[in-house]
């Protein structure tokens, strides 16, 4: 089972500030998100925690925590299982997401921090070299950096904290939709028609290409749930 480096995290709450819980929590996520533990698998407390190097009660608090996410199902005297994709979960995210983030983009053609404007050429940067090396977990890495870096230039850093939690239930959707080497070079061009109107001012523009690049998404659902019944409620 993929669940984390061999670290021992309570060690590192001093220098990090995060508790261990956060850290087991902050890395299962991620391993679901990315798919390495798969919608059906079934987590063992002690499995992690001797995989992780913390005790069972930092790993039992994350996976609570994961549970009120909606990320696995924890069954009294049944064991923990990751829960299979969501359809109806995903677009319900994505809706929060657009109410949200395409206020967020209007707010941001008005004005926009430069030194976050020039973190993003980076992050895009970064984005086409993922491409490139058909890396589709760095790109999905750098798609939430590109998203993170517009709340907070816009100001709105508080808005993604509002969605941060939600979101991975489209993310594992997204993460097969990348293994599609087209969705990449259109995600790309999506991104750079959002700043593009944010450099130009254009606030309806700006709004319309946010609204377009979380909508892509539906289009490829059918697709990616035929290919993929097993993950899939």
């Avoid at 021992?8 to 850290?23: H, V």
């Avoid at 983030?101 to 086409?128: C, G």
């Avoid at 130009?200 to 979380?214: F, K, V, Y």
Wanted: aromatic share 4%; net charge negative.
């Amino acid at each position: 089972m993929a669940a984390g480096k061999d670290v021992n995290l309570e060690s590192l709450k001093i220098d990090t500030g995060e508790t261990a819980a956060a850290q087991v929590e902050r890395d299962l996520r991620e391993s679901i998100i990315q798919l390495e533990l798969t919608p059906g698998m079934r987590l063992s407390e002690q499995e992690i925690a001797t995989r992780m190097g913390v005790s069972r009660q930092p790993v039992r608090e994350a996976l609570i925590a994961l549970g009120k996410s909606k990320l696995v199902d924890i069954r009294p005297n049944r064991g923990t299982v990751v829960v299979r994709i969501s359809a109806r979960k995903m677009m319900e995210a994505r809706f929060v997401r657009e109410a949200i983030e395409t206020a967020v983009a209007r707010r941001a053609s008005e004005a926009f921090d430069s030194w976050t404007r020039r973190k993003i050429d980076t992050v895009l940067d970064r984005q086409k070299a993922a491409m490139a090396a058909h890396d589709h977990n760095a790109f999905r890495r750098e798609d939430e950096q590109f998203h993170i870096a517009i709340a907070e230039g816009a100001g709105c850093g508080l808005a993604w904290s509002a969605i941060s939690d939600i979101k991975a239930h489209m993310d594992r959707v997204c993460n097969l939709q990348l293994r599609h080497p087209d969705s990449m070079v259109r995600l790309i061009a999506e991104h750079e028609a959002i700043i593009n109107a944010i450099d130009t001012r254009n606030a309806d523009a700006a709004e319309a290409a946010m609204r377009g690049h979380l909508n892509g998404i539906l289009a490829d659902l059918p697709q990616i749930e035929a290919d993929n019944p097993d993950l899939f409620e």
